[in-house]
């Protein structure tokens, strides 16, 4: 007998915001994403993550698709994490801890 496990996917966005004029340095910076940022994020479910600008309010919208019930907001208490945001902290809204203010949002539509 054969068992499959179900694994519910999930989809999230959030919102963040970007300092004025730090576009280009945003996209560099993932452009040149760190490989073990890259793993982390595949082993804590991430299948997909896409991130979009807003040019007229600087705003940052971001989707992920995940299996299980984490994603990368769950893994703040990584260092590599913890070290992701000391570098994106420069060019971006975050909070204390440099951790981007990020805003969930709500689906309210889903089309598939």
Do not use: C, W
């Given at each position: 007998m054969i068992?499959?496990?179900?694994?519910?996917?999930?989809?999230?966005?959030?919102k963040?915001?970007?300092n004025?004029?730090?576009?280009?340095?945003?996209?560099?910076?993932?452009n040149e994403i760190w490989p073990e940022l890259k793993v982390l994020l595949k082993e804590?479910?991430?299948s997909e993550y896409s991130i979009?600008?807003?040019?007229?309010?600087s705003t940052l919208f971001a989707f992920q698709?995940?299996?299980?019930?984490?994603?990368?907001?769950?893994?703040a208490s990584n260092e590599i994490v913890k070290k992701w945001w000391n570098f994106m902290a420069d060019i971006m809204e975050v909070?204390?801890?440099?951790?981007?203010?990020?805003i969930p949002l709500e689906e309210v539509f889903f089309l598939e």
């Open positions: 068992f499959f496990k179900y694994i519910r996917m999930q989809r999230l966005a959030f963040m915001k970007l004025k004029g730090q576009k280009e340095a945003y996209t560099k910076r993932h804590a479910g991430v979009f600008f807003d040019e007229e309010t698709k995940v299996s299980g019930n984490g994603g990368s907001q769950d893994l909070n204390p801890d440099n951790s981007p203010i990020s």
